[in-house]
T-cell receptor, first 112, second 114 residues
Framework: KQEVTQIPAALSVPEGENLVLNCSFT??????LQWFRQDPGKGLTSLLL?????REQTSGRLNASLDKSSGRSTLYIAASQPGDSATYLC???????????FGTGTRLTVIP | GAGVSQSPSNKVTEKGKDVELRCDPI?????LYWYRQSLGQGLEFLIY????????KSGLPSDRFSAERTGGSVSTLTIQRTQQEDSAVYLC????????????FGSGTRLTVV
């Protein structure tokens, strides 16, 4: 069964810093990987979707990379802002399953 | 609509009562998922609908949980004889094709069983 792990579980940085969130998965047979953010008490907001054939995707200050063979993805956030404070989740869509496998999340706090 | 809509946003119910949670997916999205997120926990898959195919119910935690999707659009998750451990946020997601387009989530229904 696919297992998805996110490190670190929590991260606190001063405003303006660049940061990297990590996601690893055990089964490289995936269709795609998706990064979400979740604000307290809210649903999930999609940030970036990377297909298995792609290496990276960018949106504004966010850049996500995917190394399928090693089972790793990173989410790079440039010039962090207090509004970036949230829990970030990665999820992989397996080829043999009908659902997403979610990571445990990284709770990010950006200090003004 | 522009996004996935869930109702109610909050529901408080007494132990033993039945509840119905509703999900309106994005128009045209054939795939629909229900997940549950308990306090401080990760997302737990419940059920998946794809078009007219039989749903994947492998994540439903007990026979008190059921879901249906009418006309390939609106879905209702029903929990019978609610228990306190059912308290969680129930999230719905839809996708045009999860292989290529990823998932769009609703804002969730926060269920509290007292």
């Amino acid at each position: 069964k696919q297992e998805v792990t996110q490190i670190p579980a929590a991260l606190s940085v001063p405003e303006g810093e660049n940061l990297v969130l990590n996601c690893s998965f055990t089964d490289s047979a995936i269709y795609n990987l998706q990064w979400f953010r979740q604000d307290p008490g809210k649903g999930l907001t999609s940030l970036l979707l990377i297909q298995s054939s792609q290496r990276e995707q960018t949106s504004g200050r966010l850049n996500a990379s995917l190394d399928k063979s090693s089972g790793r993805s990173t989410l790079y956030i440039a010039a962090s802002q207090p509004g970036d404070s949230a829990t970030y989740l990665c999820a992989v869509r397996g080829t043999g399953a009908n659902n997403l496998f979610f990571g445990t999340g990284t709770r990010l706090t950006v200090i003004p | 609509g522009a996004g996935v809509s869930q109702s109610p946003s909050n529901k408080v119910t007494e132990k033993g009562k039945d509840v119905e949670l509703r999900c309106d997916p994005i128009s045209g999205h054939t795939a629909l998922y229900w997940y549950r997120q308990s306090l401080g926990q990760g997302l737990e898959f419940l059920i998946y609908f794809q078009g007219n195919s039989a749903p994947d119910k492998s994540g439903l935690p007990s026979d008190r949980f059921s879901a249906e999707r009418t006309g390939g659009s609106v879905s209702t998750l029903t929990i019978q004889r609610t228990q306190q451990e059912d308290s969680a946020v129930y999230l719905c997601a839809s996708s045009l094709d999860p292989t290529f387009y990823g998932y769009t989530f609703g804002s969730g229904t926060r269920l509290t069983v007292v």
